[in-house]
């Protein structure tokens, strides 16, 4: 089999992101698939979520349901989405989390900058 540089190229840095970021890659696909992540290892990956919900903590609750993040920005860790349980689990299974940015993507990649458009993308989901 003949691979050409530019494939070699690809391989190398697939095979680096994989060995290399084992947290970034194996352990977000472990707790979509399983549920199952630790504690620690959340914290550690994601403190910034951690943060928020901790602060958000002081908000008022709602019966029957839970508080969304739709940013975990320090401006937005108290500025919170009130969701039924089904609602918020068919939110986040049509978003994605944006680490660098700290909000989430629709499926397409495009991101929910503000909270209107997070409300607007995620209750078209519930029509
Ligand atoms: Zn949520």
Redesign the pocket.
């Given at each position: 089999m003949i691979i050409s540089n530019i494939e070699m190229a690809n391989w190398n840095v697939m095979t680096t992101f994989l060995l290399c970021t084992p947290e970034v890659v194996f352990l977000p696909l472990l707790k979509r698939v399983s549920g199952l992540i630790p504690d620690k290892i959340y914290s550690y990956l994601y403190p910034e979520k951690v943060a928020a919900q901790s602060a958000a903590n002081s908000l008022p609750t709602q019966e029957g349901k839970?508080k969304?993040?739709w940013s975990y920005n320090l401006d937005h860790w108290k500025n919170v989405i009130y969701?039924t349980p089904s609602e918020?689990r068919l939110?986040?299974y049509y978003i994605r989390y944006d680490q660098e940015r700290m909000m989430y993507r629709r499926l397409d990649g495009t991101l929910l900058a503000t909270k209107s458009e997070h409300l607007a993308y995620i209750n078209g989901l519930f029509k």
């Open positions: 839970h969304h993040h969701l918020h939110a986040h």
